[in-house]
C-alpha cells in the first residue's frame, strides 16, 4: 500500500496570510490526526478527524482549523499567519477509531516571513 | 493535564552496547503507547508500540516495557548499531483520545562505531 501523502511539501508564506495542506491517508484508513513540529515546542497534536468528523483538537488557537472529506483526505487550513506559526506540519493516519496505531506523513515545511 | 516527560534528552552509546529510554506519563487512564524513530529530515517511523493490558513487548532487538503502577515505559535497544542513530519519541494516548498522542520530547541516540 502506498504510505501517507502530504502536499505541498515545502512552502514560504509572509505573515497575515493563509495557507492550506493537504494530506492523503493510506488506503482504507479513516482517521487523521494532524501535528505541528517544532525544535522548541517538539510535536504537538492539532486536531483529528475521523469519518468526516472532528473528534478531538488540541490547545491551539482557532486559527487552525480542518477538515476531512468522504474519501478520508484531509486538509488543515492556518489563517493570518504568525512567524510562530513555522513549523513541520504532520499528518498520520490510522485504521480505525481510536488508540491504533499512527503513521505519519513527510510533513509540510512551511515557513512565514 | 496532560503530559509525558522522557529522559535522557541525549544518548551516547559504542557501537553494540544496550540503550534505554525511558518515560513517565501524568494520566493512569491513558491506554496505548507507541515510540516513534525519527532520521534526519525524514517523518516519525513507528518501531514498537503496547497497549496497557500488556507489560512488555519484543520485535528482535527492540523491546518496551510498561509500569502502570508507576506510570513508567522504556525502550530498550540491544546490540545498538550506527543506523540507530536517531531521534526517539515516546508518546501515550490518553483515554478517549481518538488518536490523540501526546509526546515525549525526544532523546537524541548517537551510536559510535
Known amino acids: 500500500k502506498a504510505g501517507v501523502t502530504q502536499t505541498p511539501r515545502y512552502l514560504i508564506k509572509t505573515r497575515g496570510q493563509q495557507v492550506t495542506l493537504s494530506c492523503s491517508p493510506i488506503?482504507?484508513?479513516?482517521?487523521v490526526s494532524w501535528y505541528q513540529q517544532t525544535p522548541g515546542q517538539g510535536l504537538q497534536f492539532l486536531f483529528e478527524?475521523?469519518?468526516?468528523?472532528?473528534?478531538n483538537k488540541g490547545n491551539f488557537p482557532g486559527r487552525f482549523s480542518g477538515r476531512q472529506f468522504s474519501n478520508s483526505r484531509s486538509e488543515m487550513n492556518v489563517s493570518t499567519l504568525e512567524l510562530g506559526d513555522s513549523a513541520l506540519y504532520l499528518c498520520?493516519?490510522?485504521?480505525?477509531?481510536?488508540?491504533?496505531?499512527?503513521?505519519f506523513g513527510p510533513g509540510t515545511r512551511l515557513t512565514v516571513t | 493535564g496532560e503530559n509525558v516527560e522522557q529522559h535522557p534528552s541525549t544518548l551516547s552509546v559504542q557501537e553494540g552496547d544496550s540503550a534505554v529510554i525511558k518515560c513517565t506519563y501524568s494520566?493512569?487512564?491513558?491506554?496505548?503507547f507507541p515510540w516513534y524513530k525519527q532520521e534526519l529530515g525524514k517523518r516519525p517511523q513507528l518501531i514498537i508500540d503496547?497497549?496497557?493490558?500488556?507489560g512488555e513487548k519484543k520485535d528482535q532487538r527492540i523491546a518496551v516495557t510498561l509500569n502502570k503502577t508507576a506510570k513508567h515505559f522504556s525502550l530498550h535497544i540491544t546490540e545498538t548499531q550506527p543506523e540507530d542513530s536517531a531521534v526517539y519519541f515516546c508518546?501515550?494516548?490518553?483515554?478517549?483520545?481518538?488518536?490523540?498522542?501526546?509526546f515525549g520530547a525526544g532523546t537524541r541516540l548517537a551510536v559510535h562505531p
Open positions: 498520520a493516519s490510522s485504521p480505525a477509531g481510536g488508540s491504533y496505531e499512527q503513521y
Open positions: 488506503s482504507g484508513h479513516r482517521s
Open positions: 478527524y475521523f469519518s468526516e468528523t472532528q473528534r
Open positions: 494520566d493512569s487512564a491513558s491506554n496505548y
Open positions: 503496547i497497549r496497557s493490558n500488556v
Open positions: 508518546a501515550a494516548s490518553p483515554p478517549l483520545g481518538y488518536n490523540k498522542l501526546i
